[in-house]
């Protein structure tokens, strides 16, 4: 999912739909109140599956169109 602002992010989280990687900073009140948790990785590097999905037909935002080519760059 695609979102414009962290508070968006956050409200996700604290509805319990997913988890997230984001800078410490920008939750660290809400880790502080224990209302979110960080979860501690083993591992130092995380791989997974990434899937791209758009409509060919519906406008994409230019943050959203760079962040595409730059992922597909590092992809093939």
Do not use: D
């Not at 979860?39 to 590097?45: A, G, Q, R, T, V």
């Amino acid at each position: 999912m695609e979102f414009s602002s962290i508070n968006s992010i956050r409200e996700c989280l604290h509805r319990g739909l997913g988890i997230t990687l984001c800078p410490e900073v920008s939750v660290a009140n809400e880790l502080k109140n224990k209302t979110l948790v960080k979860l501690n990785w083993e591992k130092k590097y995380i791989e997974t599956t990434v899937f791209m999905i758009w409509h060919a037909e519906k406008w994409c935002s230019p943050l959203l169109s760079q962040f595409m080519e730059i992922s597909k760059s590092y992809i093939q």
